[in-house]
């Protein structure tokens, strides 16, 4: 399993269209690519205008490759043009065994 993690921010109010398009994708785009797992959203304290956009798959390729250069990768991006403040910084994390 990979963990994503998106930092996105949006353009000033614009959180509410934010937060309804990644309800739409986690729904009818994200759970149609190979790989998916899960999805959750988390809102900046100190930056309100900042999400946490955390996406588990499988294996990184099922993110690189499988859903980046797919049409789905497309949808999402209709979904989100003219709400983000700029280019997301997406970074892929383990999980750490500390048993």
Known sequence: MVEEIAFIEVADGQN????????RAAVEIFPRSKGFVSLSLGLGVEKPNTYALKI??????????GFVESDLFDEWRVL????LAGAPVVEHWQPVDLG
Do not use: L
């Open 56 to 65: 588990i798959w499988e294996k990184i390729e099922d993110h690189t490759q």
């Open 80 to 83: 989100v043009t003219g709400i």
């Open 16 to 23: 509410g269209a934010f937060e309804d398009a990644v309800r």
